[in-house]
């Protein structure tokens, strides 16, 4: 009954992972068509940002076409969470793990990916040993530093959710930034703040949040600030709220940018200078190499134990929140 997920709540959790570790140390398959078994696990930190509902969107087309069933699976970086995907993926349901981000322990997920396909979405990198759809976060951050040098700003800032290892994306753009901002003799200010997993979970705006008090403790403390860039386009959002509820205006006083390039940045009343990553082609980009490493007889037995990299090019997409700025 375990094998054939019915009627799962009638055991216990730990007798649920026995079965499925025993049946995966013995091989066992079970009787059922080998459609039904071809679920793919897709594991992101959460779905509010519509970065991860859109790259998510974009594997669920592909997954269609190619005749896969998807279970989405958020942490919202938290390890705990992560490890228990990773123990979960050893059901023989899962035909292959999708990770809509870098991994926080990716030793770990390179232990499973000896059971079964892997593939991660996020930060261009070469130590993480997996198959990888990879963006190039360094070069982002370079295309906004050049637009804004080019508009003739001299003193901006970067605001950033957590910033550390596990984010390797928001560390790598600001690093981007600042070697073209210095490289050119103008000045990077830095606003960060730290949040907790749990923060994550119980509070739906956090980015939002983040970037209007970041920008509020910017506009006290760095009046010579004249551009904002945001982690991403979410954090952009609160930024551009906070500048509007302090007075000025955009792009007259300040200028932001932002990454990713969702959806609603193109909207008339939002008009965000961001960064396009061509996140959909990349969902299903994933889908497309999960689905080929699930079908070793195709690819020449030298490549199966190759590790595959895949980079979109980044593109600056220059809207209304950008401009000159003000006379001194």
């Known amino acids: ?14 007798t649920i992972e026995r079965v499925y570790e025993t ?14 078994r071809q679920v793919i696990l897709i594991v992101c930190p959460s779905v ?32 705990e969470k992560e490890r228990y995907a990773c123990e979960f993926a050893k059901n023989p349901l899962v035909c292959g793990v999708i990770f809509a981000m870098i991994p926080q322990q990716p030793e770990l997920v390179r232990a499973l990916s000896e059971y079964l396909p892997i593939i991660a979405v996020g930060d261009k990198q070469n130590e993480v040993g997996l198959d990888t759809i ?18 003739g700003h001299r003193s901006i800032a970067y605001v950033s959710t957590s910033l550390n290892k596990d984010h ?19 000045k ?6 730290e949040i907790s997993s749990n923060t994550e979970l119980n509070t739906v705006d956090i980015e939002h949040q983040s ?6 403790r910017c506009l006290a403390e760095s009046p010579d600030v004249t551009a904002i860039v945001a982690v991403n386009d979410m954090v952009a959002y609160g930024v551009i709220d906070a500048i509007k509820e302090s007075g000025k205006e955009i792009p007259q006083d300040l200028s932001v940018c932002g990454f990713d ?15 396009e990553h061509y996140i959909i082609e990349g969902g299903q980009r994933a889908v497309r190499l999960l689905y080929e490493k699930m079908q070793p007889r195709i690819r020449p037995i030298h490549e199966q134990k190759a590790v595959t990299r895949v980079e979109f090019e980044n593109e600056l997409i220059v809207r209304s929140s950008t401009g000159a700025p003000p006379a001194r």
């Open 1 to 14: 009954m375990i094998l054939t997920g019915k009627n799962l709540n009638r055991f216990s959790d730990a």
């Open 23 to 36: 049946a995966k140390t013995m091989g066992y398959q079970t009787k059922q068509p080998k459609k039904a």
């Open 48 to 79: 509010i940002n519509p970065y991860f509902a859109t790259i998510i969107q974009g594997m669920e087309q592909e997954a269609k076409i190619r005749g896969l069933k998807t279970m989405i699976f958020t942490t919202y970086w938290d390890v």
């Open 134 to 151: 990879d963006v190039n976060n360094f070069k982002a951050g370079t295309l906004i530093g050049e637009h804004l040098l080019c508009l």
């Open 168 to 186: 390797s994306a928001r560390v790598r753009r600001y690093e981007g930034l600042k070697h073209c901002i210095e490289e050119a003799g103008a």
């Open 188 to 193: 990077l200010h830095l606003y960060t703040t």
């Open 211 to 216: 970037g209007r008090e970041l920008t509020n």
């Open 261 to 275: 390039n969702i959806y609603p940045s193109s909207f008339r009343g939002v008009g965000l200078t961001t960064v």
